[in-house]
Structures are given as structure tokens and as C-alpha cells.
């Protein structure tokens, strides 16, 4: 367990966070000689950048956007008080890997670029004057990295990212960044889970401080009166009459956790925490007991010019849009989100199934058109398995203890469409799955998204599942146009072998879905135009409504958004139901009337 990892920063009568957001310094070191040149002491020549944001839209030149290797930032911080507290700094993230410097000394490094950086910088700060604060960043792939890709090198010496996955290298410092105050004695991470009995509810909790005071833990409700109780690290609250958080029919309630001495409250933390319940029986997904057939989407982190920075009034407008369709669900494709998004679907009552960044475990840089070709790339058969299994792990560990809390977080996927045919592959996941069951407090379900070759006579890994999550684009990348109808019966075809295998689990749909320009129409259809992803849809709709196993679907994607280069990209990925700007596609329509009554 990682100190402060899963806990976002907040300010309570004991604590205290300072966004450091703005403008900070920043340069490229195509050469890494940062490190030698001191770089993390003062760096000559650097350029202004925002942060949050990604790098790579701000600029107006090929070689900063596709810039790919070391590169720097920069900023000073000024510390008013440091007696009696630990000062730590926690980055949302740093893209896809980071050290941090204070003063000229290191702090932590950290592998991995969708999870918080956190470090205790007490002992090299300086109260009552600025200190520097510096951050050796790198974006390179390679095949133990997550997500997986590599790197090459064009005859310039100019190095390019080469990513076995279908977005945008985004990278930079991407989320928010926080100056942190605590107690010595502290609340280091606690887990709640609710259970249900009649119209009560116990929350039993589990609070890790780093002493030995008394701990305390009370409820209290939305209009601030506490209903609940109780002291000690290990405890359960009584909640009489709960009002449960239910799906686009959210309750918080307002958690908070006290470390006291007598009357003497030493530290405090305080929390929304949403009463629900989740499980899969037979082949239904139930909240609070309840069916709930999930509607929505895949998404990404991504607009124009911010890239993948984290925006609230995107993550507003999103959540808008999703309301607008009728949506309840959104899978955090492919690599956890920055906090808010899951903050603020606990706040309107979406589910989410939580991805870790395994993606691109399938050797190709085009690997969404690969997928369902047959072809086979070794993958868990190299050398660098290990190394890619033990980033795995990790990643699986801090997520999970990121986003535990959450009601909205109603499963986690920790992969997406790897090679799943090869025994190597089975060894691989299940210790992935063993380990995420280990970790996670509420038990929640755990699943992974499926390509086409991960089919039912061949796969080695549906079995790992609580629940399947197939990505399928009969009518898309097979059969498409005028062949639909071919599509269509391969699609009844493949779900009638996998009814054949009775695993008794729910099915749902985590990729269906067709480019579509916004600025094109045509009759009859083509593909590509508005009246084809209309068409296609109401014909996987069609073969959904068939298998009663079928208890979801989230379409690719909600929007439009950036990919690498390439002739099968029209700047971008263009299977957005909204365009990037997030204005509707006629397709839009068809869910918003497909899901009023679903
Ligand atoms: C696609 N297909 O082709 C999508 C990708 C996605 O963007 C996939 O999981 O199978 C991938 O990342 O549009």
C-alpha cells in the first residue's frame, strides 16, 4: 500500500491541497542528457506549457507533436509552513513515465501513465520560500510497457512512437497537480462496502492509519444529519432506512474518517460514498439486487487541443450528452480516467467498468483491423513477459486501490483484446485475475474485453471472466456495405456457439460500431455515411435482442477522437456517436430512442 495513493487530495480541518496547475517549463531532451546537464536543478532555454494537458496539440510543428522520448518540466512552488506535517506532492499522472525532483533531489519515480504519482517531499522543502519542483518525463512503448507498442527510429534519428492501439500517444503531465498538507499521524487509505439487509444497510469499513490513536467514523446523509456511527480501524455502520445508490439515481451520502486524541481531532478525511451493491447471477448483472441492462459507451480521454488533459467542462458536456441518450454506463477504454470522471459519475449514477492500460498485447500496429484476421503474433511467448506481467500487476494494484470506493465502479477490465489463444496467454491472465480478486474490498466482477479471434472454440481465457465483454464489428471490418446481411448471419452464427458452451454468465457488448463522417449522406447507404452506422446499428441491435445472455451494450465510442496517422484513419477515429466536438450524429437519435424504453 502506497501512502495517500488512493486518496484524493481534499481539504478537511486537518488538511490542507493546493492545485499547482498553470503554466510551468518545459523542454524536449531528444538526447537525455537532462539528467547530466542538471536539468532538474535549472533548465536553459525551456519553453511555457500548461498544465494539465497533453504536449502534443499545442503546438504548430510535426516534430513537437510527435515528439517522442525524454522531456522536462519545471515549476516553483512556495511552502508557507512545514512543523508538525508531512508535505507530499501527487500528480494525477504523469504520461507514461516520470521522475520527480525537488530542490535538486529525487523523489519517486513512476512507471506507468494513467495512475497518481505520488512523494513526500518533507524533508527537502523548505518552509516560508519557493521551492523547485522538476519532472523528468518519458513517453516511449515497448512491449512491457502498458499500453504496449515500441518505437522507431526514422533515418533522421528522430525517434516515433509506434502504438499497437488505436489512439493518440497523448503524454505530458495530463491531470491535475497537488501541493498536500497532513498530519504526521494520518489516515493512510480506508475501504468501505455496503450490504444490504431489508430496508437497512451495514457499511462494514476498513480505515489504515500510520498510529494508534482511536479512529472514528461517521454517515452522514445529504442534508447533513449523521445517521450512523462507530470507532476503532475495523468497524461497521448501521445505516437504518439507507437510501441506496441506484442507477442515474444517485445517493451520496458524506463519509468521514477522524483520527482523535480525546476531544482532539488529530487528522481527518471526508468522502461522497454511495450505498449499492453489485453482483452477477446466472446471467444477469444486478445492482441492489436489481437487473440493470447496461446502455452506453466506450470512451476515450480526448479533445482537441488538450488532448488527454483533464477538462471539468468536458467532463460535463459528456455527461450531457450521455444523459441525453439515455445512457447508464461508460467503460473507461483503455486505461483508467483522472479521478473527477469517476467522481462525478458517482454523482449522476453511472456505472462504470473500470480498464486498466492493457492494450496492445497483440503484435500490430493496426491491430483493430487485425483483430478477427486470425493472425498470430506470439505475444506472451517473448522475453519481455515477465517484465510486461509485473507492470501488469502493479497497475492492477493501483487501480483498484485508486478506485475501490466508487460506487459507480461496478467492475474492472484489466485487459483489452490481447492474443487470448495460446496456453501462455491463460497462465499470463490468470495470475492477473487472481491477483485483482485479492485486492478489491467489495469483490466486485472482473471481466476483459474480447476481439473476434478470441472466439469459442479458441480461446483460452472466457473462462477467467465473471462476465463476457465481446468487441465485435460484423458489418464493419467484416462483411461491410452491401454484405451486411452476411455479417449478420457470421454474427448469429458466432453467438449460437457461444449460447452452445452454457456459461451461464451475462454478455455484453464493449465495441460495435462503423466510422461515420458527419459532414456525409447518402442513398442508399454507403459505409461511412450517416445512414450506414444507422443501418448498422439496427441490425447488431437486432441480433443483441435475440440472446436473453445479452445484458448490455456500449457502442464505440462516444465521440470522435485522435489516432496515429494512417490510411485507415481520416484524422482520427471516426465511430464517434458524437463528433469531437461533441455534437450529436444521427446515430445519436437512434440510441437516445433506442434506450428511452431499454
Ligand atoms: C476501432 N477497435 O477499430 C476500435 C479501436 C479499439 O479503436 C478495437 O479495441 O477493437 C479496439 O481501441 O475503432
Not at 518525463?137 to 533522421?156: F, H, W, Y
Not at 444523459?323 to 454506463?329: D, E, G, P, S, V
Amino acid at each position: 500500500m502506497l501512502d495517500q495513493l488512493s486518496l484524493y487530495p481534499r481539504i478537511t480541518h486537518t488538511r490542507t491541497s493546493v492545485s499547482l496547475d498553470g503554466m510551468w517549463h518545459f523542454r524536449f531532451d531528444p538526447e537525455s542528457i537532462g539528467e547530466q546537464e542538471k536539468w532538474m536543478d535549472h533548465m536553459d532555454s525551456s519553453i511555457s506549457i500548461p498544465v494539465p494537458s497533453s504536449f502534443a496539440d499545442l503546438f504548430t510543428d510535426q516534430y513537437s507533436k510527435n515528439y517522442c522520448g525524454d522531456f522536462w518540466y519545471e515549476t516553483d512552488f512556495f511552502v508557507p509552513k512545514t512543523e508538525n506535517c508531512r508535505t507530499m506532492l501527487r500528480f494525477g499522472s504523469i504520461t507514461h513515465r516520470g521522475t520527480v525532483y525537488v530542490n535538486g533531489v529525487k523523489i519517486t519515480e513512476h512507471e506507468g501513465g494513467f495512475l497518481p504519482v505520488i512523494g513526500d517531499i518533507t524533508d527537502v522543502v523548505k518552509p516560508g520560500e519557493f521551492n523547485h519542483l522538476a519532472v523528468k518525463a518519458n513517453n516511449e512503448l515497448n512491449e512491457s510497457s502498458l499500453p504496449c507498442g515500441s518505437v522507431k527510429t526514422l533515418q533522421n534519428g528522430t525517434k516515433l512512437a509506434f502504438p499497437y492501439f488505436d489512439f493518440f500517444n497523448y503524454s505530458g503531465i495530463q491531470r491535475s497537480v497537488y501541493l498536500i498538507q497532513i498530519p504526521d499521524e494520518h489516515i493512510q487509505d480506508y475501504s468501505a462496502v455496503s450490504s444490504l439487509s431489508g430496508n437497512d444497510a451495514d457499511v462494514a469499513y476498513e480505515v489504515i492509519t500510520n498510529g494508534e490513536h482511536e479512529v472514528r467514523v461517521s454517515l452522514f446523509d445529504a442534508d447533513g444529519n449523521k445517521v450512523a456511527e462507530s470507532s476503532g480501524k475495523k468497524g461497521t455502520l448501521h445505516v437504518e432506512n439507507a437510501h441506496l445508490w441506484n442507477v442515474r439515481k444517485a445517493y451520496l451520502y458524506n463519509l468521514c474518517i477522524q483520527i482523535v486524541d480525546g476531544e482532539k481531532v488529530i487528522d481527518e478525511y471526508m468522502e461522497r460514498y454511495g450505498i449499492r451493491t453489485v453482483e452477477i447471477k446466472g446471467t444477469k448483472i444486478l445492482v441492489n439486487g436489481n437487473p440493470v441492462y447496461l446502455k452506453g459507451f466506450g470512451k476515450h480521454e480526448d479533445f482537441d487541443i488538450i488532448g488527454r488533459g483533464f477538462n471539468w467542462p468536458l467532463v460535463k458536456r459528456d455527461f450531457e450528452c450521455m444523459k441525453w441518450t439515455n445512457a447508464n454506463c461508460f467503460r473507461t477504454s483503455h486505461y483508467p480516467y483522472a479521478e473527477e470522471w469517476y467522481q462525478f459519475a458517482d454523482e449522476e449514477g453511472f456505472l462504470i467498468i473500470d480498464e486498466v492500460a492493457a492494450v496492445g498485447m497483440m503484435r500490430s500496429t493496426r491491430n483493430f483491423a487485425v483483430a478477427g484476421t486470425g493472425n498470430y503474433t506470439y505475444f506472451f511467448e517473448t522475453p519481455t513477459v515477465p517484465a510486461l506481467l509485473k507492470n501488469h500487476l502493479l497497475q492492477v494494484e493501483e487501480m483498484i486501490e485508486r478506485d475501490k470506493n466508487h460506487a459507480s465502479v461496478f467492475a474492472f477490465s484489466l485487459f483489452n483484446e490481447p492474443e487470448t489463444t495460446s496456453t501462455y496467454a491463460h497462465d499470463y491472465f490468470s495470475k492477473v485475475f487472481e491477483r485483482a480478486r485479492e485486492l478489491d474490498p467489495q469483490h466486485r466482477p472482473m471481466t476483459g474485453a474480447f476481439e473476434k479471434n478470441s472466439a469459442p472454440e479458441k480461446c483460452q481465457c472466457y473462462m477467467l471472466v465473471d462476465f463476457m465483454c465481446l468487441n465485435r464489428y460484423y458489418g464493419w471490418y467484416i462483411s461491410g456495405g452491401p454484405e451486411i446481411s452476411d455479417a449478420i448471419y457470421k454474427f448469429h452464427d458466432e453467438m449460437q456457439r457461444w449460447q452452445a458452451k452454457k456459461l451461464n454468465v451475462p454478455f455484453v457488448f464493449t465495441e460495435f460500431g462503423t466510422d461515420t463522417l458527419a459532414t456525409e449522406h447518402k442513398l442508399p447507404s454507403v459505409m461511412w455515411a450517416q445512414e450506414y452506422q444507422n443501418e448498422y446499428l439496427e441490425e447488431n441491435f437486432k441480433v443483441f435482442d435475440t440472446y436473453d445472455f445479452i445484458q448490455g451494450e456500449l457502442v464505440w465510442n462516444f465521440a470522435d477522437f485522435q489516432t496515429t496517422e494512417g490510411i485507415m484513419r481520416v484524422n482520427g477515429n471516426k465511430k464517434g456517436v458524437f463528433t469531437r466536438e461533441r455534437q450529436p450524429k444521427d446515430a445519436a437519435f437512434t440510441f437516445r430512442k433506442r434506450w428511452e424504453n431499454k
